[in-house]
C-alpha cells in the first residue's frame, strides 16, 4: 500500500470495492504520508488518527458486506473551515484554537455519509484571508514543489496534502480565489462550484455573498466525484439553490468538438507573467486540436474586481465575525474589566493582523457617511461585472485564461504590502462576484513551477466545465506529476 | 491593462490624498471592537489608507442607473419555510464550548451597577 499515491481518488475507491486492499491499510499509508511531511509543510492543524482508522475499520466491514458507498473507505481531509463534530475546527485562528464543534458541517456529512473517511483538518490562512496560506495561527503551509515558496491561499493546507499525495482529496472553500489559486501554485485540480450549488452549513462565514464550497484533487475525474456527492440543497444554508445535482461522473466523457471557448482580454496583459502565459497559451492550442473554437472576449469591467472584492468582502466579513465576542465559546481574554473590555481585548487578542485589517476595512466601509461611497458603489460596479460575464456567455460556452499572474512567490515576499497580496487573485474574484463555477488544472511548469489554467462557466455548468478539464487531462499528463520528495 | 492600472495606484499611494488619521483608525477600531495596541495603530493607518486609495478606482466607474447587486445569482429570492420548531434543545452540547457558565447561564462582567 506504500504506493498508493500514484493512483486517482477514482481507482482507490474503486480498488477499495474489489477488495484490492482494505481502507485500514489506506488510511494507514495516508497517515504515515501526513507524518512524514508535516514538519516540513505543516499542511494539517490537526490528525485524526483513532477516529480514521476506527472509520476505515467499520469502512471495511460495509465493503465486505457490500453495502458500501461512492466513497466508502476512501480517505479524504477537510479544510479547518468545516465543522466537525466532536473535532477541534480552528479556522486557523486563535480565536478558535480551543473550539470544538458540536455538529458537522453538511458537506462534511453528506462525504461521510458517502462513505469517504476523514483524516484530518488542514491549515489555511486564519479565516481564510490570505493568498498564501502565510496568515495561520499555526504557522504557514509550505509547497511541495519548493518548502521556500508558499502554497497559495487560502485553503493551502487542503492544496499542499493534495499535491504531496498525502491525501488522494481535500475540501476547500473559495471566496476570492482560495481553491482555484493553491491548486494552480501547487500543480493540482480545484473547483469553486456554482454559488449556491454545495452548502454552506457549518462552514465558518467569511464573505456570505461570495463563499462557496469545493475541492482539491489530482484530477478533474476525483473532483468530479467528490463534487456528486457534497452538492445538493441543504434546507439548513438559506443561500443553497433548489436544482438536481447531475452525475457530473457520467458528464465526464462529453464530447468537447465544437466548444466555444472565450479566451479573456483583460486576463492576457502585461500583468501576466510572460512563460506562465506561454503555458496558458500553450494549453489551449491543445484545446484547439482538440476540437474547441477558440475566440476572444472582453470583459472590460473585469479589472475593478479586486477594488470590488476588497469593499464587499471586508463588509461582510466585519459583519460575519462580530459573533465572535468571546462570550459563547472562542478565545475569552483574561481579567476583563468590563463588558466592552471583554469584547474588545478578546477580538484584539483573538484575531490576526490581516483579519483584524479587513474587519476595519469593512468597519469602514459600512460606516456612517461612507457606505454610500464606499460599499453600494461597490454593489453596482459588481453588478456592471456580472453584465460583463452574462454578455460573455452569450456567445461562448466557457471562458479560460490563466489562474494566476505568476507561479508560487517566496514565503515572505507579500506580506508587508496587503495590496501586493490581494492582487494576486485578479483573476479568480471575478467569477465569486458573478456567483460562477471555474476550475484551475494544471497546464505546464514554469523553472519547475506548475502553472494553473483556468476554466470558468456559467451558472451551474459544473458538469460542462469539469468535462472540459477531463477532456485535457486524457491527452497531457501534468495532472500526474508529483513534487520531488513526495514521488 | 492590468499592470498598467496597478501602477496607476503605485503612483497614486506615492502623493496619497486621503491618508487616515490615528484617532480615525482608533475609531474604527471602537466601532469593531476591536483593542489595539499603539504599536498596531500607525501599521493600520498605513494600510487601511492604501487599502482605500486602491478602492478608490470604483469612482471610474460609471454606475448612474445601475442597481447595487447583493447577491450572485439574481432573481432568487429568500426562501420561507413552516413556522414549525424543528431544533431540539442541544444546550448543553453548545454551551460546552462556553468561557464561563453558571446554571446554563453564560457570564459576562457586571453590566448594571
Not at chain 2, 445569482?73 to 413552516?82: A, T
Request: charged share 20%; aromatic share 8%.
Amino acid at each position: 500500500m506504500s504506493d498508493w499515491h500514484t493512483s486517482t481518488l477514482t481507482q482507490l475507491a474503486a480498488g477499495l470495492r474489489a477488495r484490492k486492499f482494505s481502507s485500514v491499510e489506506l488510511v494507514r499509508a495516508c497517515l504515515a504520508r501526513i507524518d512524514a511531511s508535516q514538519a516540513a509543510l505543516n499542511a494539517f492543524i490537526s490528525v485524526t488518527r483513532e477516529q480514521a482508522l476506527a472509520d476505515a475499520a467499520a469502512a471495511d466491514r460495509a465493503l465486505t458486506a457490500g453495502s458500501g458507498g461512492a466513497l466508502t473507505g476512501v480517505p479524504i481531509a477537510h479544510k479547518d473551515i468545516f465543522c466537525t463534530q466532536g473535532v477541534r475546527t480552528t479556522c486557523g485562528s486563535r480565536m478558535l484554537d480551543n473550539f470544538v464543534s458540536p455538529y458537522d458541517a453538511t458537506v462534511v456529512a453528506k462525504l461521510k455519509g458517502a462513505g469517504a473517511v476523514m483524516l484530518g483538518k488542514t491549515n489555511m490562512d486564519e479565516f481564510a484571508m490570505g493568498s498564501s496560506s502565510e496568515t495561520s495561527y499555526y504557522g504557514p503551509v509550505r509547497n511541495p514543489w519548493n518548502p521556500q515558496l508558499v502554497p497559495g491561499g487560502s485553503s493551502g493546507g487542503s492544496a499542499a496534502a493534495v499535491a504531496a499525495r498525502l491525501v488522494p482529496g481535500a475540501t476547500a472553500t473559495d471566496t476570492g480565489g482560495s481553491i482555484r489559486q493553491p491548486a494552480a501554485l501547487c500543480g493540482i485540480t480545484g473547483i469553486k462550484p456554482t454559488y449556491g450549488r454545495v452548502s454552506r452549513y457549518g462552514m465558518i462565514a467569511f464573505a456570505s455573498s461570495l463563499d462557496q464550497g469545493g475541492v482539491l484533487t489530482t484530477s478533474a475525474a476525483d473532483a468530479a466525484l467528490l463534487l456528486r456527492e457534497m452538492a445538493g440543497f441543504d434546507a439548513n444554508d438559506s443561500t443553497s439553490v433548489d436544482t438536481p445535482v447531475p452525475d457530473y461522473v457520467a458528464a465526464l466523457e462529453q464530447p468537447l468538438a465544437g466548444l466555444k471557448v472565450g479566451l479573456l482580454r483583460e486576463f492576457f496583459d502585461k500583468g501576466l507573467d510572460a512563460q506562465n502565459e506561454q503555458r496558458v497559451r500553450e494549453a489551449l492550442k491543445v484545446y484547439e486540436q482538440l476540437g474547441a473554437r477558440l475566440t476572444e472576449v472582453s470583459l472590460p469591467n473585469l479589472p475593478l474586481s479586486v477594488p470590488v472584492y476588497y469593499v464587499v468582502a471586508p463588509a461582510e466579513c466585519s459583519s460575519n465575525l462580530a459573533r465572535f465576542d468571546g462570550v459563547r465559546f472562542g478565545y475569552r481574554c483574561q481579567k476583563p474589566r468590563d463588558l466592552t473590555d471583554l469584547y474588545s481585548r478578546s477580538r484584539g487578542e483573538g484575531f490576526g493582523a490581516e483579519v483584524k485589517r479587513r474587519i476595519m476595512t469593512g468597519t469602514y466601509v459600512l460606516s456612517a457617511g461612507y457606505y454610500d461611497a464606499y460599499y453600494l458603489k461597490a454593489q453596482r460596479v459588481r453588478q456592471l461585472i456580472n453584465a460583463d460575464f452574462t454578455r460573455a456567455f452569450g456567445s461562448v460556452d466557457v471562458l479560460m485564461g490563466p489562474t494566476t499572474p505568476t507561479p508560487a512567490f517566496a514565503l515572505g515576499a507579500k506580506t508587508s504590502d496587503p495590496i501586493t497580496m490581494y492582487l494576486n487573485d485578479i483573476y479568480t474574484i471575478g467569477a465569486n462576484l458573478a456567483g460562477l463555477p471555474a476550475v484551475s488544472i494544471p497546464c505546464g511548469f514554469v523553472q519547475q513551477l506548475p502553472v494553473g489554467l483556468q476554466i470558468v462557466g456559467p451558472h451551474f455548468s459544473e458538469a460542462r466545465v469539469l468535462s472540459a478539464a477531463h477532456a485535457f487531462q486524457r491527452v497531457t499528463d501534468w495532472h500526474t506529476r508529483v513534487p520531488q520528495g513526495y514521488a | 491593462m492590468i499592470l498598467r492600472w496597478f501602477s496607476h495606484f503605485a503612483t497614486r499611494a506615492a502623493n496619497r490624498p486621503m491618508a487616515l488619521t490615528r484617532e480615525q483608525i482608533a475609531s474604527i477600531a471602537a466601532l469593531a471592537r476591536l483593542d489595539l495596541t499603539s504599536a498596531e495603530i500607525p501599521v493600520y493607518q498605513d494600510s487601511l489608507s492604501r487599502i482605500l486609495d486602491f478602492v478608490s478606482a470604483l469612482d471610474r466607474a460609471h454606475t448612474t442607473d445601475v442597481a447595487p447587486m447583493s447577491h450572485p445569482l439574481p432573481g432568487l429570492s429568500q426562501r420561507l419555510r413552516p413556522d414549525v420548531v424543528t431544533e431540539q434543545d442541544r444546550h448543553e452540547q453548545y454551551q460546552a464550548n462556553a468561557p464561563q457558565l453558571a446554571a446554563g447561564l453564560y457570564l459576562v462582567p457586571k453590566v448594571i451597577e
